[in-house]
């Protein structure tokens, strides 16, 4: 079996592939530190199983997934990834996601999900919110990721780059980045522009 490992830190990954091994019999285990990395792999071989980070430090997570899906339309996608609202889960997952192995399982449930994924298996924690139907909605969350969203939540307090970046942990061009996505996605041209998009949206919720 062939196995590709999205993500940044190498901690998570060196763990993951430890519970793989245990499990796996003579698995071929990839690892990727980013989005990037993981393309040059996936155009040069198949992979049966791909877990991937959430937060990835070149590529928001919905046009990865788009482009997994083609370069690798048979591989079982594994979200992996630390704790966080049901309803970001739920949004990744309705864009490809087969199973969902969060980073702060148990050991019990660490050993169970890669069991069963290793069977082929979909895997699920036991969240009867994951099976929740989402509510039709008209805020920014229908068009932007949950990173992109944090950005705009920000964004629309008034503080610069510099802030944003240093609050989230990230680097002013990844900000940058990010920024340049969300107003192509919401087809705006300024900060000044998103936040009134943002806003009025966040209005509407509440009226």
Known sequence: MKILIIDSSFFMRAGLIQVLTNYATQPSIFEADSFSVAETYLNADEFNLIFIEMDLPDEEIRPALQRLKRLAPRAHLVLFTKARAMSDVRQVMSAGIRSFLPKDSSAEQAKL?????????????????????????????????????????????????????????????????????????????NRTEATLWYLLRQKKLVD
């Open 113 to 189: 999900a890669v069991k069963s994924l290793l069977n082929g298996d979909r895997y699920l924690p036991d969240d009867p919110s994951l099976n929740e139907p989402r509510q039709r909605t008209s805020g920014a969350e229908t068009f932007l990721s949950p990173r992109q969203l944090e950005i705009m939540q920000l964004l629309a307090q008034g503080l610069s780059n510099k802030e944003i970046a240093n609050i989230l942990g990230i680097t002013e061009g990844t900000i940058r980045v990010h920024l340049s996505a969300i107003f192509k996605a919401i087809k705006v041209s």
